[in-house]
């Protein structure tokens, strides 16, 4: 499904990973104080509120961080891949793990003790700086997927995480684009600051137009036409509201009954 860590990644945006960042010598330096460990898909890496005690950097596979809320909500706050460092955050704050990560396939990766990556760091000024850079480059991203999706109802948000996995996590197969990573419809919904249920009624609408094919964890886009004309709001005549988006005005991006408060970024903007 994912090819191992290569520095093929282009310019430097929020979505080039840890590694891709640094230099031979300092990348070299880093993997070797740690030990590797590979998980099965669907173990847990790292879990939100536990205490750190070590980084992740991943070699191989894919994952996902989440976060739940006091009352159960889970949202999808990022997918993680190879090249990519978890665990960060709190190995630098001191502070327990903010997110839980998951691997959405077999994922191997280096652990490095919270101790040892700290002390590399405050010999490493490059370093220092390439994970500055990340961390902005992410803040940034996150600020204009937030300013972006304010103005979205909650149906174009979904038209435009689907357009977003399909570009980053998209294969061309005889049907269509299929998502590289199979994600359930809670994460979809918390990627997007709606219920599931909601989530639900759109893929049906979206099957009804022939736009995706769903089945448990897998999601084909067969007309992205479609979903780029929803995520830039449709044109009257060119296709009715979904059943969940009637009381809403679009133009006022006035909550829906069923949607959430306060959307999340852009997949791919926290280190737990």
Not at 90 to 95: E, F, M, N, P, V
Not at 229 to 238: K, T
């Amino acid at each position: 499904m994912t090819a191992a860590y290569s520095l093929s990644d282009g310019g430097l945006d929020d979505r080039v990973p840890f590694l891709a960042r640094l230099e031979g010598e300092d990348r070299s330096a880093l993997l070797a104080l740690g030990r590797e460990m590979t998980f099965a898909p669907r173990a847990v890496i790292l879990r939100q509120h536990e205490p750190s005690s070590h980084v992740l950097i991943i070699v191989r596979g894919w994952t996902k961080v989440t976060a739940s809320a006091p009352n159960g909500y889970e949202a999808l706050l990022a997918l993680r891949g190879p090249g990519d460092i978890v665990g960060e955050a709190s190995a630098l704050t001191g502070r327990s793990r903010s997110a839980t990560v998951t691997a959405l396939e077999a994922v191997g990766t280096v652990a490095v003790e919270r101790e040892r990556f700290t002390e590399f760091l405050s010999g490493s000024p490059a370093v220092c700086f390439a994970l500055l850079g990340l961390t902005s480059d992410r803040t940034r991203a996150a600020d204009r997927r937030r300013l972006e999706f304010a103005s979205m109802s909650v149906r174009e948000r979904l038209a435009a995480l689907l357009l977003e996995l399909a570009r980053t996590h998209g294969r061309r197969t005889e049907e269509g684009i299929e998502l590289s990573v199979g994600l359930s419809k809670q994460e979809l919904a918390g990627s997007v600051g709606a219920s599931r249920e909601m989530v639900q009624r759109l893929l049906k609408e979206l099957r009804d137009r022939e736009a995706v094919s769903t089945g448990r964890r897998a999601l084909v886009i067969m007309r992205p036409d479609v979903l780029r004309r929803i995520a830039r709001s449709e044109r009257p005549g060119e296709a009715g509201p979904l059943p969940a988006q009637q009381g809403m005005s679009a133009q006022q991006g006035a909550p829906q009954r069923d949607a959430l408060p306060d959307p999340p970024g852009q997949i791919g903007q926290i280190g737990a």
